[in-house]
Structures are given as structure tokens and as C-alpha cells.
T-cell receptor, first 113, second 114 residues
Framework: DAKTTQPNSMESNEEEPVHLPCNHS???????IHWYRQLPSQGPEYVIH???SNVNNRMASLAIAEDRKSSTLILHRATLRDAAVYYC??????????????FGTGTRLTIIP | GAGVSQSPSNKVTEKGKDVELRCDPI?????LYWYRQSLGQGLEFLIY????????KSGLPSDRFSAERTGGSVSTLTIQRTQQEDSAVYLC????????????FGPGTRLTVT
């Protein structure tokens, strides 16, 4: 089964870029890479997702390695409000049309003022 | 528009009692997901529905857990004979379709088994 690996924690200074890595060396060709974050005492919220190409949205950028075995979530300018646990998730449509989800353990991001 | 709602927001129950947790997904979302998050832990995937069908129930922790979805909308997660280790926040999410679309999470139900 596919598996994701993330560092347990990271720290970054406020107003600096943050690169959050995720390894998914057993990813299959149909797996979408999703990132969610969970602020303290809240439910997870969607950040970004992609399949093969790099993606940008108003919240972040997602850089996907050419072999798709890893990806990096990029917060271009961290603010204190970005302090959260960030989850890397693989979502796959199986041959039978069912969905399989694989989660990372999450990276706790601390922003230093 | 309305987001994903869950009820109750908090539930305290005695060990051995049955509980039902409810999830109302965003209207029109065909996929619905249940997760569990124990205190200080990450997300644990339990089950998902595509329409009213749950193709894979292997993520449910034990046979005391069951889930159903009716009318392609509301879903209930039932825990029978609750145990203290069932205490957690149970989160529901919905998605327009599978995989390629983002999930929207509800606020969760905090279950405490005494």
C-alpha cells in the first residue's frame, strides 16, 4: 500500500518561506496528492492538491517531483496564522473505481515571530 | 452556502452504551468520509461513502463500529457498546467527487466515554 512520510515538526520565522516535505515513494500513477492543515481546535481545511504538475493557489504552492515520489508544500511568506499541523494525503482511485486514502502523520509547523 | 455540519458537537456517554453520530454533508457532494482523531494524534481514516455505498469498511476499528448513508446525503456513524478508547473527536468530510476534489470538513463531534 502507498505510504507517506512527513517530518514530525518544523519551525520557521515569520515572513519567511516555508517548505514542508512529504515522501511518497510508493505512489501510483493515479494517486492525487492533497495537502490539508489543521489549526488548533479546528477541523482540517483544504490547502492544495495536484497530480503531476506543480500547482499554485492563493494559499500555497505545491511542487511535485518529476518522479512523483515526493512533494513539497510551499508557503511563500509565513504568518503566525499559518501555525498548524499540515497533512500530506494520497487519494487514489483503484481499479474497481473505489477510493483509497493514505495519510501522513502530519508536520507541526511553528512560526517564530 | 452551508458547510458540513455534525451533531452533536459534544457527547458524553457511559461505557457500554451505544452512540450515534450524525453528519450532514454539503448539498450535492457525492463522497462522504469519516475520520477519528484521538487527543494529540493525527487523523485516522475510518470509512467513506460514494453515494450510499461504502466500498471498503476495513478502516473501521472494530465490529462495534458501523456507518450508513441514506439518500446520498446524511450519514450516521454508530458505535455499539462504547469503550473508553473510543473517546476521540469524530470528523466528517464531504467531497464533490472522489480523489480529484477537495474535502470539506465539519467541526467534529467530541465523544467522551466515561
Amino acid at each position: 500500500d502507498a505510504k507517506t512520510t512527513q517530518p514530525n515538526s518544523m519551525e520557521s520565522n515569520e515572513e519567511e518561506p516555508v517548505h514542508l516535505p512529504c515522501n511518497h515513494s510508493t505512489i501510483s500513477g493515479t494517486d492525487y496528492i492533497h495537502w490539508y492543515r489543521q489549526l488548533p481546535s479546528q477541523g482540517p481545511e483544504y490547502v492544495i492538491h495536484g497530480l503531476t504538475s506543480n500547482v499554485n493557489n492563493r494559499m500555497a504552492s505545491l511542487a511535485i517531483a518529476e518522479d512523483r515520489k515526493s512533494s513539497t508544500l510551499i508557503l511563500h511568506r509565513a504568518t503566525l496564522r499559518d501555525a498548524a499541523v499540515y497533512y500530506c494525503i494520497l487519494r487514489e482511485i483503484s481499479n474497481f473505481g473505489n477510493e483509497k486514502l493514505t495519510f501522513g502523520t502530519g508536520t507541526r509547523l511553528t512560526i517564530i515571530p | 452556502g452551508a458547510g458540513v455540519s455534525q451533531s452533536p458537537s459534544n457527547k458524553v456517554t457511559e461505557k457500554g452504551k451505544d452512540v450515534e453520530l450524525r453528519c450532514d454533508p454539503i448539498s450535492g457532494h457525492t463522497a462522504l468520509y469519516w475520520y477519528r482523531q484521538s487527543l494529540g494524534q493525527g487523523l485516522e481514516f475510518l470509512i467513506y461513502f460514494q453515494g450510499n455505498s461504502a466500498p471498503d469498511k476495513s478502516g473501521l476499528p472494530s465490529d462495534r463500529f458501523s456507518a450508513e448513508r441514506t439518500g446520498g446525503s446524511v450519514s450516521t456513524l454508530t458505535i455499539q457498546r462504547t469503550q473508553q478508547e473510543d473517546s476521540a473527536v469524530y470528523l466528517c468530510a464531504s467531497s464533490l467527487l472522489l480523489a480529484a476534489y477537495e474535502q470539506y470538513f465539519g467541526p467534529g463531534t467530541r465523544l467522551t466515554v466515561t
